[in-house]
């Protein structure tokens, strides 16, 4: 739990009820309507900089157009409060660009994002460091992220 959570005034009702992740997704199951996401990578933050490079690769494998706005906005703010040598705006891990991520998609060689059971996440074969690490897309959206 987040230390400055009373300071900041931040209240989460579903922590303090005990729900988990998957207490969430059986609520939302029971709904009488469906947000019709086409997996649980894309979220409601489709493109965050926090996911993934298989989630953010996989997502522009099948949709490219999710990525047109960060495009947009690195080629907008290019030059908007860059510090030291950087010579363009690169909005994801690892120095990438937009370009550099739909770039790495359409080249494919990497085996798509798909959703999984908790509980098969890290027994999975295709678990790749490199692709798989520095995301849980909500770890920093989530409690405590304020600390």
Same mark, same amino acid.
């Given at each position: ?20 992740? *998957?207490?969430?997704? $059986? @609520? ?7 947000? #019709?996401? &086409?997996?649980?990578?894309? !979220? ?29 906005? *690195?080629?907008?703010? $290019? @030059? ?7 010579? #363009?705006? &690169?909005?994801?891990?690892? !120095? ?52």
């Amino acid at each position: 739990m987040s230390s400055n959570r009373e300071s900041l005034k931040f209240v989460y009702p579903l922590v303090d009820a005990k729900w988990t992740k *998957e207490d969430v997704k $059986a @609520e939302c199951a029971s709904w009488p309507f469906d947000l #019709e996401l &086409k997996g649980e990578h894309y !979220g409601n933050c489709v493109w965050c900089w926090k996911k993934s490079l298989r989630k953010l690769m996989t997502i522009a494998k099948d949709d490219p157009w999710h990525f047109e706005f960060p495009r947009r906005m *690195e080629y907008e703010h $290019a @030059e908007t409060n860059l510090q030291g040598d950087h010579e #363009e705006r &690169k909005l994801f891990r690892e !120095g990438r660009t937009t370009s550099d991520i739909v770039a790495m998609a359409r080249a494919g060689g990497f085996e798509p994002y798909r959703d999984q059971d908790q509980t098969d996440m890290f027994s999975s074969a295709s678990y790749d460091v490199f692709l798989d690490t520095g995301s849980a897309c909500g770890e920093s959206c989530e409690i405590g992220a304020d600390s």
